[in-house]
């Protein structure tokens, strides 16, 4: 074990969807650990993702098509020829009505979300199998993933069968590669408002859950390093829950809050 078993230096780190958002925290998170961190998105951000006097590499890519993605790989291990860290984090959906949305829709969300992840997956393959210390996939899921997604099947669908995928690729690629993955809760981001609403809203919906709050990127980002730092060596194949304890179950918030000493919205 290394003396600071954080740090990444020396150490090729791709984030997908790495240029704003979770995705931005994340990739942020490495270069402040001395990784070299390649990011891709559709879009050029207008400001670089630097941190700690290091600038992550930009490559402009769809992660829905298999050339642009292996042109991503092609870039890290051009770089320093090696990878050691796929974040899976490109996906999300907006919300649409199960009974109407179309099947192209459904298509979009699902290569976007978990065929996207498979193919980046298959990317980095050869790669991380070849090199002596192999590498780590994690791939960014949602509690969508492990509870029902009104408004948002094909979602959570996508969510959970990428969950599904982690173990699968666990116990094909192990031991060389460790894949896992990170179940994110309810976040508070800049654009919680659409969501939630006001600050009262953000509020109300925080007190759902265990911890009375929502979560911050940074909280996940601290998470997603840790999976990828020989702290977790021993960790593969499983979904790591960052959610805060989850949602109250929905029965006692329709009591009157006397249940096994639960009142809904309390706090210490």
Not at 35 to 45: I, K, L, M, Q, T
Not at 134 to 158: E, K, L, T, W
Not at 203 to 212: P, S, W
């Amino acid at each position: 074990m290394p003396d600071n078993p954080l740090d990444m230096t020396g150490r090729t780190v791709i984030v997908t969807g790495g240029t704003m958002g979770l995705g931005r925290v994340i990739a942020t998170r490495f270069l402040e650990h001395r990784g070299d961190v390649v990011v891709c998105a559709r879009r050029e951000p207008e400001e670089p993702v630097a941190a700690a006097g290091q600038e992550a590499t930009f490559v402009a890519a769809d992660v829905r098509d298999p050339e642009q993605v292996t042109a991503v790989v092609d870039e890290a291990v051009g770089r320093t020829g090696r990878v050691d860290v796929l974040v899976n984090n490109a996906g999300g959906a907006p919300p649409a009505e199960s009974a109407t949305v179309s099947p192209r829709f459904n298509e979009k969300i699902i290569a976007l979300n978990l065929l996207a992840p498979l193919t980046f997956a298959q990317a980095v393959h050869p790669v991380m199998s070849a090199q002596e210390d192999g590498g780590v996939i994690i791939n960014i899921s949602s509690v969508s993933s492990i509870r029902p997604s009104p408004a948002s099947a094909a979602y959570g669908a996508a969510k959970a069968g990428l969950d599904s995928l982690t173990r699968t690729l666990a116990h094909e690629w192990g031991p060389a590669i460790r894949v896992l993955s990170v179940v994110v809760g309810l976040l508070r981001t800049e654009q919680a408002h659409l969501y939630y609403g006001d600050e009262d809203g953000i509020e109300a919906v925080g007190r759902t859950l265990a911890l009375g709050r929502l979560g911050t990127p940074d909280e996940v980002a601290d998470v997603v390093l840790f999976c990828a730092s020989p702290l977790a060596s021993y960790m593969s194949g499983a979904s790591v829950p960052v959610h805060g304890g989850a949602e109250v179950p929905s029965y006692l918030l329709a009591t009157t809050g006397e249940v096994a000493g639960y009142r809904p919205g309390s706090k210490p």
